[in-house]
């Protein structure tokens, strides 16, 4: 009896899966919708989301329909982590940048004194995979509460180190880079004990890589927009990948935005970012195109795994952006522009 391989296995299940993702196609009738029930019927009608949207009505909460295709994505990379071995260090990093996806969403209401609106987004398939109590951020009104809701959790400690200012703002753009570099020092902490030198390897490099992503885009936007001064853009930034030590001191030591673009193109990543374009999101752009490669070459089921929950997450924000296009009356091409395709 043939004897099959747990690897290649993991991996055909993926690449099944996103053969029946979203195609340019369906992006350009959704965007050409003249509702945000006409978007819904379509997703019921023609896409891989029939079947978990089926019993929904086409006047679902924005909300709701958010929170139904996020679980039924969800279900998926679970599906393929136990596939994988369950407990690995892909597994962990996908479920807390969960945990801190939903974080960033109630900070963010409770800095506009909303917090009681997390509710109607509760993402209630979450609750038994997080030790965070999302249940109980709803009644959260202050500061002080938020770190007793998060107390025996990973991240009270940091959360705890951004309070509001006198107004009630938090610092949004500190307290996500701070959960970002916590996460990423875990899961380098998880790839460090992996014994297959190959292996390791090849996912160090994916997330170095992915890291440089984020850092070109942050310096780019931070320098050109916001004309931030050097320390200021440091600030920012993910303490991982290439873009560090000499090599980010000598780019962060240009003072224009035209010197700084000059010293990235000069560096792996913003090499890449000439075949895209040079202003562009690579930290969105730059990822889901490694994701899809990666995805149809690697046979580290580690990194086919990570791809699909990248590009499944691409996915969806898309989707999101064009309901919420569709539901501003934005023009069609308008919406099309925005979507990583």
């Known amino acids: 009896m043939a004897i099959i391989n747990p690897a290649s296995a993991i991996t055909a299940k993926v690449k099944s899966q996103y053969g029946k993702r979203l195609r340019e196609k369906d992006y350009q009738a959704m965007v050409k919708c003249g509702s945000v029930g006409e978007v ?19 006047d679902v909460h924005r909300g ?11 279900e998926s990379f679970l599906r393929f982590c136990k596939y994988n071995g369950g ?39 979450f609750i038994q995979h997080t030790d965070i ?34 107004i009630g703002d938090y610092d949004l753009a500190a307290i996500e880079d701070a959960l970002e570099n916590h996460s990423l020092a875990l899961l380098y902490q998880d790839l460090s004990k992996i014994k297959k030198k190959k292996e390791k390897n090849q996912l160090l490099s994916l997330f170095d890589t992915l890291s440089d992503y984020h850092n070109y885009s942050r310096i780019i936007r931070l320098k050109k927009y916001y004309h931030m001064n050097s320390e200021a853009v440091r600030s920012h930034l993910l303490h991982y990948g290439n873009l560090t030590g000499k090599k980010l001191d000598r780019i962060l030591s240009k003072d224009s935005y035209e010197d700084v673009r000059e010293e990235l193109s000069h560096t792996s990543v913003g090499k890449k970012a000439q075949s895209v374009y040079p202003d562009s999101d690579m930290a969105v752009q730059g990822r889901y195109e490694m994701c899809r490669h990666q995805l149809y070459f690697s046979t580290n089921p580690e990194i086919v795994l990570l791809a699909f929950y990248i590009l499944s997450q691409t996915e969806l924000s898309n989707v999101i952006a064009i309901i919420e296009g569709v539901r501003y009356s934005m023009e069609p091409d308008s919406i099309y522009e925005t979507l990583v395709l």
């Open 64 to 74: 709701n329909l958010e929170n139904i295709m996020r679980e039924k994505q969800f």
């Open 87 to 125: 407990n690995t260090p892909v597994t962990r990093y996908g479920l807390r940048m969960i945990e801190i996806r939903e974080l960033m969403k109630f900070i963010t209401l409770l800095s506009i004194n909303r917090p009681e609106e997390y509710l109607f987004s509760l993402p209630l398939f």
């Open 133 to 166: 109590k999302l249940e109980k951020l709803s009644s959260v009104t202050d500061h002080h509460d938020l770190l007793l809701a998060l107390e025996h959790s990973d991240y009270d400690k940091i959360i705890e180190r951004f309070p509001p200012n006198e």
């Open 40 to 58: 819904v019927q379509y997703l019921k009608t023609y896409t891989h989301f029939q079947s978990s949207l089926e019993k929904v009505s086409n």
